[in-house]
C-alpha cells in the first residue's frame, strides 16, 4: 500500500472510529434522542471528514518529500475512509434501541481499532500488544470523558 494511502487510511479510520464513537456517548448521554445520534453520525460523516481531509492536505503540503499527486491520495483517502468508518455506525442505531446500537458501535469501534493496531505494529515490526494499549487507552478514555461530558450536559441544560 501506498505510503499517502496508508497516512489517509490511518487517520481516517482512528479519527472515524474516535470521534463518531465520542459523539454517540456523548449525544446519547445528553439527549438519549436516536435522531440526534443519527443526525450527528451523519454530521461527523460529512463535515469533519471534509474538515479532516483539508487538515491532511495542509498537514502534508508542510512536507517537502510528498508529491502533489500523493498529497491528493492521502486527501482523498483520509476522506472517503473516514466518512465510510463514521457511517458504520449507523448501522447498529438502524438496528438495535439506542443504549444497545452504543454498545455494540462501542465494540466495533474497539475491534476496528484493534485490527488497524495490529496491521500497524506488523508493518512497522513493533510490539502488537503495545500497539493495541496505545489505541485501545485513547478510545476508552475518549468513551469515558464523552459519557461524562454527556452526563454533564443533560444535567446542567
Not at 503540503?61 to 472517503?80: D, G
Not at 447498529?92 to 466495533?108: C, T
Amino acid at each position: 500500500m501506498r505510503t499517502s494511502i496508508r497516512t489517509g487510511l490511518s487517520f481516517g479510520l482512528n479519527s472515524g472510529v474516535i470521534t463518531t464513537l465520542g459523539l454517540m456517548i456523548g449525544l446519547n448521554a445528553s439527549t438519549g434522542s436516536k435522531l440526534a445520534v443519527t443526525g450527528g453520525i451523519l454530521t461527523i460523516a460529512i463535515a469533519d471528514a471534509l474538515s479532516d481531509s483539508l487538515g491532511i492536505q495542509a498537514s502534508e503540503e508542510c512536507k517537502v518529500k510528498y508529491t502533489r499527486n500523493e498529497i491528493w491520495q492521502a486527501v482523498i483517502t483520509t476522506f472517503f475512509s473516514k466518512f465510510f468508518f463514521a457511517l458504520t455506525f449507523l448501522i447498529p442505531v438502524f438496528l438495535f434501541d439506542l443504549p444497545s446500537a452504543i454498545k455494540v458501535s462501542i465494540v466495533w469501534a474497539l475491534l476496528l481499532i484493534t485490527l488497524f493496531s495490529i496491521y500497524i505494529a506488523k508493518l512497522e515490526k513493533s510490539s502488537i500488544l503495545k500497539s493495541i494499549y496505545r489505541h485501545v487507552i485513547i478510545a476508552v478514555i475518549v468513551i469515558i470523558l464523552s459519557q461524562l461530558a454527556g452526563n454533564l450536559i443533560n444535567k446542567l441544560f
